[in-house]
Nanobody, 126 residues
Framework: QVQLVESGGGLVQAGGSLRLSCAAS????????VGWFRQASGKEREFVTA????????DYADSVKGRFTISRDNEKKMVYLQMNSLKPEETAIYYC???????????????????WGQGTQVTVSS
């Protein structure tokens, strides 16, 4: 079992920054990859970024590449998402998720993830 709790969401102006946090508990943290997804109202949940168990391999959606950075601190059991130059269209609920299956590369597919947090709202005003 894995429990994930996101925090750090809020209201920010376009062009601003936010740092989201995902706190994990339960199963040994270094045994799984963690991804961030987002879901805007009326839309499908979409991949944002993911990192493997070591923090050494990451992946980003093209739309956020160069602006968002994922990182993890295995000692603290935390994963972070630094979001810069935010756009109004990125208003969504942001979720972190854990993929307990071993893979050489973190997955972009939401169906591959086994556990999800409750999400944190990010609102970007224009």
């Amino acid at each position: 079992q894995v429990q994930l709790v996101e925090s750090g969401g809020g209201l920010v102006q376009a062009g601003g920054s936010l740092r989201l946090s995902c706190a994990a508990s339960g199963r040994t943290f270094i045994s799984y990859a963690v991804g961030w997804f987002r879901q805007a109202s009326g839309k499908e949940r979409e991949f944002v970024t993911a990192v493997d168990w070591s923090g050494g391999i990451d992946d980003y959606a093209d739309s956020v590449k160069g602006r968002f950075t994922i990182s993890r601190d295995n000692e603290k059991k935390m994963v972070y998402l630094q979001m810069n130059s935010l756009k109004p269209e990125e208003t969504a609920i942001y979720y972190c998720a854990a993929d307990l299956k071993y893979s050489a590369h973190p997955s972009r597919e939401k169906d591959e993830y086994d556990y999800w947090g409750q999400g944190t709202q990010v609102t970007v005003s224009s």
